[in-house]
């Protein structure tokens, strides 16, 4: 079995909307249910009416409100549940009430003798189009299944049929109008509200849905780029690629798509003065891990992006380490009232804190450590020893301590050889402990800020990081990323994190192999198009390379030898020379020396070398 196709009820009810309601609801349910014409009979018209709309125009489960696709006053597609029995009472007895044999208050109702006449003087006074029969058809049969080989002439048929049109009506009232999209007009499985939702508005009383996360973002002459689309996975996102195409860039909207904040600047069209049009697409999974997408255009008048009431995002919390040391926080249960703030702290605000908005990194920790509950102190602690670099043990919280010049308090680390105060830490130690200390304290006061709501905490949250791997030694790289997920369990049982990390490292990469699963995660790489110069994003499938140098020359980072770029050219020229059939000794003698100065002594090259040069009857 078939079902209609999400593009063909989106194009049938654009169709409509010049459409009266009296025409798409009263008409149709009179017709259904078979209204005598001329002879009055007891019709209960409410009741039919509302069965009417609970079959074709409850569209929302989860709403009391109907969707009706037709002409409307002040755009209002959305009519409440009383509209049956209150809103088309006044349309059905005075605007349509010349159609209709009935008395007030009676419950006899029949069609006049020139009832069609009478539908067509009011929809010619209003400028009323006739109803497109296909559009009509597909839109009140949206539901039913169909046979494999149905087509749309079988659709209206049906509803001829289903609806008692008589030939006459078909004329008169309908036209035979077919303006759909070169799509397929069926599909395997019905449409669902999710579907129809990304295309109409949500009802009035639908409440806003909680706890999301990027399920796609989609940049159209914006940046650097012409066209990028990524569908992100529900857990882990790499992206990968070379400086300056755009990594940064799509990390940046991927934030604004998520909060409508900026970090920074805005983003700016690709092309001045609107010679083409830019705009961002992005989808937001809520609670219920359904996507629903918005297509943001830029207004260029107002050098903006152009983001209505109703493409507001799905709350949810959400930290982003940005590459220049700063982080941004957005928390719902802080955004109250339709704010759109978020918090942007430098990395000095982070460590020292910023007015009433975050304690900062040595008060918070000396202050957690001191509390005799231990939380989240043992928290911190946990996540902390999970981020550790792997040759200095963990990084374990001593005894605060004094230092010159601050009349504060400072947290310490217990390295091997002594207690360190925080402030002296390398660069390093610094980005990981600030990384972990926001995590944890941007979930704990989550949770302290759902509580004074009497709301449950977030059980879905979002990490982004930029450049994972900065300041942290080799050995560090390659343990950084798999500590980094499982940080949630330290946080929340049930807690679920997607990721969205963009690295250069081939260690990060070659980190990821242990803990890679391709039915939750994906990995990314943009590079230079070889057709049009343009920076492209393209999902790779995940290959394990195993050693670091597999990966460096692997696709993702494109390196032709996991040499430096002085032995490479060495042996690039050494490969040349043999392939000729007569080299000089001079020039094989050269060579040689580059070779010398570039390789190391156990390089996998030097047998092939030797082998032929002295072939060639060089001394060597």
Excluded at 150 to 177: H, K, M, Q
Aim: hydrophobic share 40%; glycine share 4%.
């Amino acid at each position: 079995m078939i079902y209609l196709s999400v593009e063909y009820i989106i194009n049938a009810i654009q169709q409509l909307k010049s459409v009266h309601p009296f025409l798409g609801i009263t008409f149709l349910t009179c017709k259904k249910n078979g209204l005598p014409i001329g002879t009055p009979v007891k019709f209960p018209m409410d009741t039919f009416t509302r069965n009417f709309m609970d079959d074709v125009h409850r569209v929302c489960p989860s709403s009391e409100f109907y969707f009706q696709p037709y002409e409307t006053v002040k755009g209002k597609q959305w009519v409440a549940a009383k509209y049956p029995s209150a809103g088309l009472q006044a349309i059905n007895t005075q605007t349509f009430g010349a159609a209709f044999i009935h008395d007030r208050k009676s419950k006899l109702w029949a069609w006049c003798n020139d009832y069609i006449a009478q539908i067509q003087k009011v929809a010619t006074n209003k400028k009323e189009k006739k109803i497109p029969l296909a559009a009509m058809a597909i839109w009140t049969l949206k539901n039913c299944k169909w046979k494999d080989t149905a087509t749309i002439d079988d659709v209206t048929d049906r509803f001829l049929s289903d609806y008692n049109i008589t030939p006459v009506e078909r004329e008169l009232l309908f036209s035979n109008e077919c303006a759909f999209p070169k799509v397929a007009a069926f599909q395997s499985e019905p449409t669902t509200w999710n579907q129809l939702s990304n295309n109409i508005s949500a009802p009035p009383d639908a409440a806003p849905d909680q706890e999301g996360t990027l399920s796609k973002i989609e940049l159209v002459n914006v940046g650097p780029c012409d066209h990028v689309e990524m569908i992100l996975s529900p857990r882990l996102n790499i992206i990968t690629g070379d400086n300056g195409l755009g990594k940064t860039f799509l990390m940046d909207c991927a934030w604004w798509a998520l909060t409508n904040t900026w970090v920074g600047n805005e983003a700016r069209p690709k092309y001045a003065e609107g010679s083409k049009r830019a705009s961002i697409t992005f989808s937001i999974a809520g609670k219920s891990k359904i996507a629903q997408e918005k297509k943001i255009l830029y207004d260029n008048k107002n050098m903006t992006w152009k983001r209505s009431s109703d493409t507001a995002t799905i709350p949810g919390l959400i930290i982003y380490a940005l590459v220049d040391g700063s982080y941004a926080v957005w928390d719902p249960s802080k955004n109250t009232m339709g704010s759109t703030e978020s918090l942007v702290f430098t990395r000095q605000e982070v460590w020292n804190g910023f007015g009433t908005s975050i304690e900062g990194l040595i008060r918070d920790w000396v202050k957690w450590q001191n509390t005799p509950s231990k939380y989240p102190f043992e928290v911190f602690k946990q996540v902390l020893a999970t981020m550790s670099p792997p040759d200095m043990g963990e990084l374990a919280p001593g005894d605060p301590t004094r230092i010159p010049n601050d009349s504060r308090e400072i947290p310490t680390i217990r390295y091997p050889y002594g207690l360190v105060p925080i402030t002296s830490s390398s660069a390093g130690v610094g980005r990981i402990v600030t990384l972990s200390y926001l995590i944890v304290w941007a979930w704990n006061e989550h949770k302290e800020n759902c509580k004074l709501r009497g709301i449950k905490p977030d059980s879905r949250i979002v990490v982004m990081v930029d450049e994972l791997e900065a300041h942290l030694h080799p050995k560090w790289q390659r343990t950084i990323l798999p500590a980094l997920i499982g940080v949630q369990k330290f946080l929340a049982d049930k807690l679920e994190i997607q990721f969205i990390i963009a690295t250069h490292s081939p260690l990060v990469m070659a980190s990821s192999e242990a803990i890679f699963n391709v039915e939750t995660d994906k990995l990314f790489q943009i590079q230079l198009s070889a057709e049009t110069s343009d920076a492209c994003l393209t999902e790779e499938n995940y290959i394990k390379y195993g050693q670091v140098n597999s990966w460096l020359t692997s696709p993702i980072f494109q390196l032709k030898q996991a040499r430096s770029t002085g032995a490479e050219q060495a042996i690039n020229e050494a490969k040349e020379l043999q392939l000729d059939d007569n080299p000089s000794d001079l020039d094989v003698q050269a060579v040689h020396q580059k070779l010398l100065q570039c390789l190391a002594q156990n390089d996998p090259f030097w047998p092939r070398w030797i082998y032929f040069a002295e072939k060639h009857g060089v001394v060597l």
